[in-house]
């Protein structure tokens, strides 16, 4: 008797096929079963590139990136606005991927010296980055100052006065937008829900008493020579289906630009409404179509400006994974494969396990966050019987699992590829050397030809900075 599946799981009709919603648009299988991307096949790229690789399609990333643009321009000009699309670098970045964000026309998002080296390295243009994060050393806003970013997006009331004091020492007026907890509950994991007050994100709005967080530092911003406060920010979470949080989240934005026009007499011209929009990793999630989140985006904030008398700001979004997650699989080549009996209150069933060359090294968000994956047989299809599975990494823990469950062929063995879609976002960028295993290789896909876009690390790597 096999383990039992989740209920999102069920035995598959065809255990070849590719769901559309998980892989980019130029994946299929060749006439020959193989999984292919822009028509190169899974095992040219794995003899060429080895394994584990994160291979990405960059028609795809380029193809998402427009539609987020275009989308939101057109849902935000309806109401006589303009919207602006920043691409939230954390996600996944090198230098690479940063000129094909400055190509289609998108802002990039940074939140540490090194992303912001990276986009200098690619030749983005300073005054359409963003500087981000809840810890930003003194070395980085001097940093955002010299290069010219466009905005630093200010998060706590000591880094309010941290910004204009170096702003001061360099006799500039740095650019600021103030990141408020706007207090709603997002549907998301609590180590990615980012917009409660018990969290570390943030200029709390609430107030027992007397001035809130936030609008200390509005007053602040506004009374300062040396600070530009352009407008506010919120980021309710990530992985987030529902568009209830983004509403509610916009609407509380808004009151609070009405307050600080009543309080000081300044409309703030800028409102970002943050990212955190879903993707597809298995049949259980079902991703909203961006027009949607677009107009229903323009819609709250027509509404509510309406409603507090302001004229409509520009407003920006800051995708991410919804970018760059599907555009990308991680190919892996299994090994051990074997079935094990699982305790005797599961009825003796059996368990398959199925080991790849990778893990948790290259992907840690199953153990992060519990997050799962599909998976496919990349490099022959095959007519056995589906056998539930779990893919496994070769990492000494028992919690390194790539993909907790899903079904396989039965005639899986040493020496095949295996293809997990939906890699893009927070796996290469949160990867590591756990057990001393390099990090993989992307390798960007496009009109039949593939090219390395980050090489994959060496032995000499593994010990560079080893002084010994």
């Excluded at 559309?20 to 060749?30: F, G, I």
């Excluded at 109401?79 to 998108?106: D, H, N």
Aim: proline residues 4%.
């Amino acid at each position: 008797m096999n383990a039992h599946a989740p209920a999102w799981l069920t035995v598959p009709d065809d255990v070849n096929a590719l769901r559309p919603d998980e892989w980019a648009a130029d994946v299929a299988r060749s006439a020959a079963g193989e999984v292919s991307v822009a028509g190169l096949p899974a095992a040219e790229l794995a003899r060429e590139f080895g394994t584990p690789l994160f291979v990405l399609s960059e028609e795809d990333f380029r193809r998402r990136a427009r539609l987020f643009r275009d989308t939101f321009a057109e849902a935000f000009k309806r109401i006589g606005a303009e919207a602006e699309v920043y691409y939230a670098g954390k996600s996944f970045l090198c230098t690479e991927v940063a000129r094909w964000v400055e190509s289609e026309g998108l802002g990039l998002d940074t939140c540490s010296a090194g992303e912001m080296l990276v986009a200098r390295r690619a030749g983005f243009p300073a005054a359409r980055v963003a500087l981000h994060g809840n810890n930003k050393s003194a070395a980085e806003i001097a940093r955002a100052l010299d290069d010219g970013v466009g905005r630093i997006v200010s998060d706590s009331l000591d880094e309010l006065s941290l910004v204009e004091r170096i702003a001061r020492e360099r006799g500039v007026v740095a650019p600021v937008m103030l990141r408020l907890k706007t207090g709603v509950q997002a549907h998301t994991h609590e180590s990615i829900a980012t917009a409660h007050e018990d969290q570390k994100f943030g200029l709390s709005m609430a107030s027992d008493e007397g001035r809130s967080e936030a609008h200390e530092a509005a007053a602040r911003a506004i009374a300062s020579e040396h600070l530009e406060l352009l407008g506010v920010h919120a980021h309710v979470g990530s992985q987030i289906f529902e568009p209830t949080g983004f509403e509610q989240s916009a609407a509380r934005l808004i009151a609070f630009l009405a307050e600080i026009r009543d309080e000081h007499g300044v409309e703030l011209s800028e409102l970002d409404l943050g990212g955190g929009h879903g993707i597809a990793y298995t049949p259980e999630d079902t991703p909203r179509p961006v027009a949607e989140l677009a107009e229903a985006s323009a819609d709250v904030v027509a509404r509510e400006c309406a409603a507090h008398s302001l004229a409509v700001p520009s407003v920006s979004v800051e995708p991410g994974r919804a970018i760059v997650g599907p555009t990308t699989f991680t190919l892996y080549e299994a090994g051990t494969v074997k079935d094990v009996r699982l305790e005797s209150g599961a009825g003796g069933a059996v368990r398959r396990y199925v080991a790849v060359d990778g893990g948790m090294s290259d992907n840690p968000r199953p153990v992060l966050y519990g997050a799962d994956y599909s998976v496919t047989l990349a490099s022959r299809t095959s007519a056995a019987e589906p056998v539930l599975s779990r893919v496994v990494g070769k990492h000494c823990e028992s919690g390194d699992i790539v993909v907790r469950y899903a079904y396989l062929p039965g005639d899986v063995a040493a020496g095949d590829l295996l293809a997990v879609p939906a890699t893009g976002a927070y796996c290469w960028a949160l990867s590591s050397n756990y057990n001393y295993l390099p990090r993989p290789a992307v390798v960007a896909v496009r009109g039949g030809e593939a090219r390395l876009i980050v090489r994959r690390e060496t032995e000499d790597d593994l010990l560079a900075r080893d002084i010994g």
